[in-house]
């Protein structure tokens, strides 16, 4: 089976296709003007030549695959020409339509597309040498210029046009410069302020250009009112001038060269990268204006279709090379404010700038291909547009999350924080971001379905109907998750501290609520819960049948529940610990064997910290019983060793007054429940009388507290002359002693201990 395609007009319709593409690039890149692209002047068609052996199935995919908008199919079977088959035809509204998922009728249309690509290059290169006719068919085409042909020539009345619509912009530039200055200066480092500052500067920026463009109007109307060449140079040149312009102005407001304060795209290397994106911003137009000129004055289609090729490659050279040099700051970006990237960021970090130099080459092939189509301004449209919206929707999602987290800062600075606020941030943001990225996926699907699978207006619509219910769903469940998520961050406790802490340090109380010591708890159940009813909606919605599903992890839930007896009674006793609200993170606790500090608790388990730093990991199924060593107050006993000739009552006088100036101290007054005070003697021995001191304090600064009483009690009792106990022993011998009784003596009085001081 043979494939004849006849293109003897191809040539000079590539060059009005890939003239409209390179225009429609880079005005959509300004967003504000579009040059549409040039329509068809001619129809081909298509000679498809048969054996007669194929099967009616081949023959309607080939149809379908080379049948285009306009496009005539003619069928041959053994060199008789027979007219086309239904398929081809445009199906009547109670047709059946062709299926999408036609994978058959995609790969024919992407072989189809690669062998046009081929050609185009091929046809572009061999066209470039007659770009060298260009300066000649300008001059001849000048000379044909209807205005100028009286008074000032036509070159001169352009020029003059220029030289005016820049001394108007500049002197509306000067005059509103001071005002513009006060309000380009950002009231705050916030996202808010800088977001502002640089609208403020961009807004400026449009308005110069606008009225640039409104005095090259106006003056060309009056100058130059024949639609003659020169007409055409200066609405062309002008409009370029205004994209680049437009360009130059979006690259002020992100990178904001010379202003780091109000710079709200933060990238490493800023000013580097602006100017690159100004030398693109240059490049651009004047490649799209010299190739709408050389179509004009082309004496052929092949200098402009030279020009196409060239330009276009040199162009996404440039790209290439620009996202190259960018990567390693884009990742930085990427990384900003994630002190902890996940495994996800740090994907999309290291591809990200691959991932646009793909689609340049992938849309650059289009380009050349586009010039052997008969649609091919359909196709260079496509490209322009994917090229813009590749670029555009990350920065509108990463811009609309930061102004969201700025907003959502200053309320949390004003209001305060609690977790209920930070889960609906993140939940905003979360909708807000996922908005963007669905309608971005909206409009490339939209462009291009109808081109890679011939899908009309209405099937498409009806195939987004059918999707809607899906898509709702599983974008409902995700701000679901999120929403959870953030939510049990709240609650989950920050133990920041790494290694031991510093027990000397008075520190606040750092238990949390019982809500707090549940809710991480249940955590893991409740996005599990979420996350499976949510795939179990969106399948159900796909057609998927979820019964036996639902059966098989029932019956999996079962079995489980049988054969793992320890993990169940270690869960259902955790839930009794739990409601019983026995512990919370950050509680010191007792089992029995082992003790230590409550660091994490899951659904069968409980972490403790001990003192020397061990973690021990304890099942709830084998904690017989539990003592918490820090719930509500705690009092603490301690003993002290008088001396026999101390006044216990100058004792007790001092003991009160270092306990009611220990209650006065602003720093560890707060954590006393009940002062210092002396409960009595406890015990006379043959060396000492032991005195009993106690207080009541917050438990987790018992210890602390305790070390304090003991150090202002011992400098106390030193100032009001109270004795401690002594062990020293004192040998009383006779007057005929002798040196050596003595030293016996010396040598019995052991060394003094910390609280007692050696005996004189």
């Known amino acids: 089976m043979n494939v004849v395609v006849s293109a003897a007009s191809v040539p000079r319709r590539s060059v009005a296709r890939l003239a409209a593409f390179a225009g429609c690039l880079v005005l959509a890149l300004a967003a504000m003007i579009s040059v549409p692209p040039a329509k068809a002047q ?16 081949t023959i309607r995919k080939m149809v379908d695959a080379l049948s285009a ?26 047709a059946p339509k062709p299926s999408m998922a036609d994978e058959d009728g995609i790969q024919v249309q992407i072989n189809a597309l690669i062998d046009q690509f081929v050609e185009g290059l091929d046809q572009g290169g061999t066209a470039i040498p007659s770009i060298v006719q260009l300066p000649a068919d300008w001059e001849q085409a000048w000379q044909r210029n209807l205005n100028g042909r009286s008074g000032l020539s036509a070159g001169w009345r352009t020029l003059g046009i220029l030289c005016l619509a820049l001394a108007i912009a500049f002197a509306f530039r000067l005059a509103g410069e001071r005002w513009f200055a006060r309000r380009r200066q950002p009231r705050g480092p916030e996202f808010t302020p800088r977001l502002i500052a640089s609208g403020w500067g961009l807004l400026q920026d449009v308005l110069t250009i606008l009225v640039a463009l409104i005095a090259v ?20 040149g002008a409009n370029g001038a205004a994209i680049g312009a ?26 580097r990268h602006y100017r690159a994106l100004a030398i693109y911003a240059v490049a651009t137009p004047l490649a799209v204006i010299s190739i709408l000129l050389a179509h004009r004055v082309g004496s052929g289609p092949l200098p402009a279709t030279g020009l196409i090729v060239l330009s276009s490659t040199a162009l996404t050279l440039f790209k290439l090379w620009f996202f190259n040099d960018v990567r390693r700051d884009l990742a930085a970006l990427i990384f900003a404010g994630s002190a902890h990237p996940g495994a996800m960021r740090r994907l999309i970090a290291g591809g990200s700038a691959w991932f646009y130099m793909g689609v340049m080459v992938i849309l650059w092939m289009v380009t050349c291909a586009a010039a052997m189509m008969r649609n091919g301004g359909r196709w260079a449209e496509a490209a322009a547009l994917t090229e813009v919206a590749i670029v555009v929707i990350p920065i509108l999602v990463v811009g609309v999350a930061s102004l969201l987290n700025c907003h959502a800062s200053r309320r949390e600075a004003i209001e305060g924080a609690t977790p209920l606020t930070l889960a609906g941030g993140a939940a905003l943001r979360a909708a807000a971001v996922g908005v963007i990225w669905a309608a971005g996926f909206f409009v490339l699907s939209r462009i291009w379905a109808g081109l890679l699978l011939g899908v009309t207006s209405s099937q498409f619509a009806m195939v987004m109907r059918q999707t809607a219910g899906v898509a709702v769903f599983a974008f409902a469940g995700w701000v679901a998750l999120v929403f959870l998520h953030a939510f049990f961050d709240g609650y989950t406790p920050k133990r920041a501290t790494i290694g031991p802490a510093d027990e000397d340090a008075a520190h606040e109380a750092s238990v949390p609520t019982r809500l707090a010591t549940v809710l991480p708890v249940l955590r893991g159940v409740v996005l599990g819960a979420v996350l499976g009813l949510t795939i ?24 489980l529940s049988f054969g793992s007896q320890a993990l169940v009674r270690d869960i ?34 409980m972490q403790l910290r001990h003192q ?112 401690f106990a002594s062990n020293a022993v004192t040998v009383r ?14 040598s019995a009085v052991p060394p003094p201990t910390p609280l007692a001081p050696a005996a004189g």
């Open 733 to 746: 011998g006779g007057e005929g002693g002798t040196q050596n009784q003595a030293a016996a003596a010396i």
């Open 572 to 605: 259902v006793s955790g839930l009794f610990f739990m409601i019983e609200d026995a512990f919370r993170v950050g509680e010191y606790v007792d089992t029995g064997r082992l003790k230590g500090t409550v660091e994490k608790i899951s659904l069968r388990s």
């Open 42 to 57: 001619s129809q081909s068609s298509v000679v498809l030549n048969l054996r007669g052996d194929e099967t009616p199935e």
């Open 246 to 271: 437009l360009y130059i102005a979006t690259g002020r407001f992100l990178l904001a060269p010379g202003a780091p304060e109000r710079r709200i795209m933060p990238l490493p290397r800023a000013e």
């Open 536 to 559: 179990l909606i969106v399948l159900s919605r796909l057609g998927v049948d979820i019964g036996p599903l639902l059966a098989g992890f029932g019956i999996l839930g079962l079995a």
């Open 612 to 723: 020397s730093g061990q973690i021990h990991t304890v099942p709830f199924g084998q904690v017989q019983s539990l003592t918490n060593a820090s719930r509500d107050w705690a009092t603490v006993k301690f003993n002290v060793r008088l001396d026999h000739s101390a006044d216990i009552e100058q004792a007790r006088k001092a003991i009160k007054k270092t306990g009611i100036a220990l209650m006065e101290d602003p720093e560890f007054g707060p954590h006393f429940i009940a002062p210092l005070k002396m409960q009595g003697v406890a015990d006379i021995t043959d060396q000492a009388i032991v005195v009993r001191l106690k207080f009541t304090g917050k438990p987790n600064q018992a210890s602390m507290l305790q070390r304090e009483s003991l150090k202002r009690v011992y400098r106390a009792f030193n100032e009001a002359r109270v004795p």
């Open 69 to 94: 908008p306009g496009r005539q199919v003619e069928i041959r079977v053994g060199g008789v020409a027979t007219p086309a088959p239904a398929a081809a035809a445009a199906p009547k509204p109670d």
């Open 217 to 236: 109007r106006v003056a060309r109307n009056a100058w130059l009112p024949e639609n003659d060449l020169a007409m055409f140079a200066l609405t062309t």
